[in-house]
């Protein structure tokens, strides 16, 4: 048939022959206007080539104003439309359908007709529908014949028509309705279902249609028609891999948590995300694989909180061990400088008092850092705090610089409490601290004390004196000069400000 | 009974100087010499660029925010027997040091001398 109607003269023809049929055609592009008509179809809706050659078919026919004139123009548009989106003949067995027509005093009024449809749908070389071809019929006599006629005797064989046959097409045609809004209705319910689905035909995986969620999973990149390998080209050899195989094998496959490549966003990049779904086959009426349905919801938002999660345990168990390894530290190098344990246990409590403070510290801060000030104020309370003179800037320090300082406070305040400034009433310490502007920026830090005791320097260091050294050169690698005139303890620290947060 | 540790240098490689200098209490008790300790791995491989003699080593997982490992590949190397040292617990090491010794912080003493004798004569 293609061929007859690729060579010219043939057309001629067919054209005429078309024409002549007692049968009403009229032939629909894909956007449903009047490509062409026979004479047979003008007949029966009473109009003329010019009135309706090029029209949209329900510009030119719109069943009129009645409230199921709507309706009417609905039923034939959705049997079109099924023609066009399954390229497949449709059949309207009973569809009413009002004409307008002219009174001989010209009031115009619509006739209301009963007809029969066929929609067959016209494809290109490629498969694409390039036409609709309607072939109608008009069954308006039959149905009233049905109804009980409008003053005619029915003839026997009316009666057999009208009796039995229209009332089985009536009945079919109620049945297909009946359907159709069934189908519409779970149509409806897929296409707004939150997760996502698709459907695959044939072993390339072509889109037979989507949902919203699906269009939205994938930037709302245009899929029907395509295969799934061009279609989301991103998504990989491996999921290309599983629907061939359910296709082949017809088994199920379900993807939990399955991580996979997708552009979320038109012309964008690729993105990671995870899924859960089922790739099911879908079967014919003889059992044979035609078709793959694609559902599943996405479950990146959970899988990366429970990533993030596992890396905060880990997170958490890391700084426990290391801070349980301190405390470990302390015991041990406490319990060599105390031969009296009591001694030794008020010394180790302290120094875990000191480390539990600034932990309260970075606490508040959900561990994000601590101000100097604060961190001294923490260190230092313990004692008579009017005789403690802070003076300097807001410094925002990270919380092992805080750690290691508030270590450093804790050792250099307990020994003024014991040997220096404050072991005398009059005794006072200056604490004062500058940062540079440069960059890298430094903290100075210059704690002197006066008004105690003559001092002279140690004979040998102790844990307090190796602990701050260690502090400042090797967490924080800083520099530390400690000065011993006889007026009192003279500290001087360089802390590096912006090196990398140590764990 | 002879000490195999005794005048062995073993290096330390602890970014939290508490540690460390439990460490190096530990270490000094059972005579050996300590080298470090050094509180990052750009130091660590500076040190061992250097040539410096060693006869062990005790490696921290996480030092100052960064992994270890490019140390304990370069010690690998030279021949030079180590341990690691990790709060991360057992699950702490990636595949390909998974296997090698490693000692859970808090230590004890016996922990790190039967991990380094068992190191030193391996």
Not at chain 1, 6 to 32: E, H, Q
């Amino acid at each position: 048939m293609k061929e007859l109607l690729k060579s010219g003269y043939v057309a001629v023809d067919l054209a005429t022959a078309f024409d002549a049929s007692p049968n009403a055609y009229v032939l629909l592009t894909p956007d449903l206007r009047i490509a062409g008509v026979n004479q047979a179809y003008l007949d029966i809706t009473h109009s003329s080539r010019e009135e309706i050659n090029g029209q949209p078919l329900f510009g030119a026919f719109d069943s009129g104003p009645s409230q199921d004139g709507a309706e009417n123009v609905r039923q034939v548009a959705a049997s079109l439309e099924k023609a066009i989106a399954t390229k497949a003949r449709d059949h309207l067995a009973v569809v009413k359908f009002h004409i307008e027509r002219q009174r001989p005093d010209g009031a115009v009024f619509y006739d209301e007709r009963y007809w029969s449809a066929t929609h067959t749908p016209i494809l290109d070389d490629e498969g694409e529908v390039i036409y609709v071809l309607q072939h109608t019929s008009d069954i308006t006599e039959l149905e009233r014949l049905r109804r009980g006629g409008e003053g005619a005797t029915p003839t026997a064989l009316d009666g057999v028509l009208g009796g039995d046959v229209m009332r089985r097409a009536n009945l079919v045609q109620q049945d297909n309705l009946r359907l159709e809004s069934e189908r519409r209705r779970l149509v409806d319910l897929i296409m707004q279902t939150p997760g996502f689905v698709a459907l695959l035909a044939g072993p390339d995986h072509v889109f037979e249609m989507h949902n919203e969620a699906y269009g939205q999973l994938v930037g709302h990149r245009s899929l029907l028609g395509k295969p799934m390998r061009d279609a989301l080209p991103e998504i990989g050899e491996t999921y290309f891999d599983l629907l061939d195989s359910v296709f082949e094998t017809g088994e199920t496959y379900e993807g939990r948590a399955s991580r996979i490549q997708l552009q979320r966003q038109p012309n964008g990049e690729a993105e990671e995300a995870f899924l859960n779904f089922t790739y099911q086959p879908v079967r014919d009426s003889s059992g044979q694989t035609v078709g793959v349905f694609v559902q599943g919801y996405e479950v990146t938002e959970n899988v990366l909180s429970a990533q993030r999660q596992k890396l905060m345990i880990d997170e958490l168990n890391h700084r426990v061990k290391n801070t349980l390894a301190t405390v470990q530290s302390i015991a041990i190098q406490s319990a060599r400088s105390h031969a009296d344990p009591r001694t030794f246990a008020t010394e180790f409590q302290s120094r875990l008092m000191a480390l539990s403070h600034t932990h309260d510290l970075l606490t508040r801060s959900h561990w994000e850092g601590a101000d100097l000030r604060d961190v001294l104020h923490h260190e230092t309370e313990a004692h008579d705090l009017r005789r403690i003179n802070m003076n300097g800037p807001l410094v925002a320090l990270t919380p092992a610089t805080a750690l290691s300082l508030g270590m450093i406070f804790h050792e250099l305040a307990t020994n003024a409490a014991k040997h220096g400034a404050l072991s005398r009433a009059e005794g006072r310490i200056f604490i004062d601290w500058t940062v540079t502007e440069a960059e890298p920026r430094l903290l100075n830090i210059s704690w002197s004390e006066v008004g105690g005791p003559e001092i002279t320097a140690p004979e040998h260091r102790g844990f307090g004196s190796r602990l701050i050294e260690r502090n400042v050169r090797h967490d924080m690698a800083g520099d530390l000069k400690l000065g011993y005139p006889s007026t009192g303890l003279h500290a001087e620290l360089v802390i590096p400000l912006d090196r990398g947060q140590t764990s | 009974m002879t000490n195999p540790l005794n005048g062995r240098s073993i290096l330390i490689v602890e970014d939290e100087s508490l540690v460390a200098m439990l460490l190096e209490t530990i270490l000094e008790d059972m005579g050996c010499a300590t080298v470090g300790p050094i509180s990052n791995i750009d130091d660590a491989l500076k040190l061992l660029a250097d040539d410096v003699a060693l006869d062990g080593a005790l490696l921290d997982v996480n030092v100052a925010g960064r992994e270890v490992f490019p140390v304990a590949a370069e010690l690998k190397a030279r021949g030079v027997p180590f341990v690691f040292s990790t709060g991360y617990g057992e699950g702490g090491l990636p595949g390909d040091w998974r296997g090698h010794a490693v000692i859970q912080k808090p230590f004890t003493e016996a922990a790190v001398r039967d991990a380094l004798i068992k190191a030193l004569e391996a």
